[in-house]
């Protein structure tokens, strides 16, 4: 059953220079129970574009079209009151960085019981009583002394498990997770990944996950949609992107992730850079970088194009060469 359903969606910026297209009318769908990875180097459009779903960009600079349908309404057009109503309800999400998205002055269990109070509107002791349970599900350990302590008296990972309880305090149906463990260790992350897994299995929740990080997409995905500056350049279940990935921005991805296998080596990179969004180049928008481009890459629009019924691509050329394995 699908959760959400976002087609053609776009998001364009309001600049001293003109119109800045950060997302070029992308499409995806997310059932119930699935983990989305959207995965693409920093600039590419996919912190941006999960944020559109909820409207948090700033409002007077950025226009967003399309339509992203969230249990059978579509989220841009509902009034600024419902959306209130879904947010932290419905649709629960973790920031980057949790030390700029948690107050500073509030206790972490507060932090924590605030959409309880809010969305199901339960009592202020009723709501701790339900804090301290949540700490206790995310890991967070003596939570009911600790959900007196601040965010500064939290480690990283403390934090990070604190936002989460704060996203699903509400027993959200979708969770969009933005970089989740960006600056946590080895240990640390693994543990996050598997709390978010443990929390989609117990209740069924979908996830977006936002990375950059292919190990990360390896280990919980199910699904995979690859951003470069701002579009979709393949879309595929997960275990068919990492077999056989089918565009060269995607395949560049893969060979700059590096393996045990590559120490004392250099490592692949992607020349170049990405382009800038206010004047992106015609054609495909990664051919500057590609290695396989050729003329016909350079004019036209590059639409994604079915290879399977589980895997699109956006290249001209994968039939030459990205050859089937």
């Known amino acids: ?32 129970g699935e983990v989305l ?11 941006v574009a999960c944020r559109s ?9 950025a226009s967003i079209s399309g339509k992203v349908l969230f249990e059978g309404r579509d989220l ?23 030390s700029t998205h948690l107050d500073p002055l509030m206790t972490v269990g507060r932090q924590v019981a605030e959409p309880l109070i809010y969305h199901q509107g339960l009592s202020a002791s009723e709501a701790r009583k339900k804090a301290v349970e949540l700490l206790r599900l995310v890991g967070i350990p003596d939570p009911k002394r600790n959900a007196d302590a601040f965010p500064h008296q939290f480690s990283g990972g403390m934090r990070q498990r604190a936002m989460i309880a704060g996203a699903v305090a509400c027993e959200p149906r979708l969770l969009i ?53 701002g579009r ?15 565009h060269p921005y995607t395949e560049g991805l893969m060979r700059s992730r590096p393996t045990a296998a590559d120490r004392g080596r250099e490592l692949h990179t992607i020349e170049g850079q990405l382009p800038p969004l206010g004047d ?19 004019t036209g629009a590059v639409a994604l194009e079915a290879a399977s019924s589980t895997h699109s691509t956006a290249c001209l050329r994968w039939r030459e060469v990205m050859a089937p394995a």
């Open 177 to 229: 997770a933005d970089e989740p463990t960006t600056a946590l260790d080895v240990t640390v992350q693994a543990q996050i990944l598997r709390l978010l897994l443990e929390l989609r299995d117990r209740t069924g929740l979908a996830i977006i996950l936002i990375t950059h990080d292919l190990g990360v997409v390896a280990a919980t995905c199910d699904n995979v949609a690859v951003m470069y500056a």
């Open 76 to 98: 841009l057009q509902l009034a600024e009151p419902s959306m209130r109503e879904l947010r932290g309800g419905r649709i629960g999400m973790i920031f980057q960085n949790p």
């Open 37 to 47: 990875g959207i995965v693409g180097e920093s600039g590419s459009g996919k912190t």
């Open 53 to 61: 779903i909820l409207r948090l960009l700033p409002g007077e600079r």
């Open 1 to 32: 059953m699908a959760v959400l359903d976002v087609a053609d969606l776009s998001v364009e910026f309001a600049t001293a220079k003109g119109p800045l297209r950060a997302v070029d009318q992308i499409s995806f769908g997310l059932a119930e």
């Open 232 to 246: 979709i350049m393949e879309r595929a279940a997960k275990a068919e992107l990492l077999r056989r990935p089918l």
């Open 280 to 298: 992106p180049p015609r054609g495909c928008r990664f051919h500057p970088r590609c290695i396989h481009a050729q003329a016909r890459c350079q």
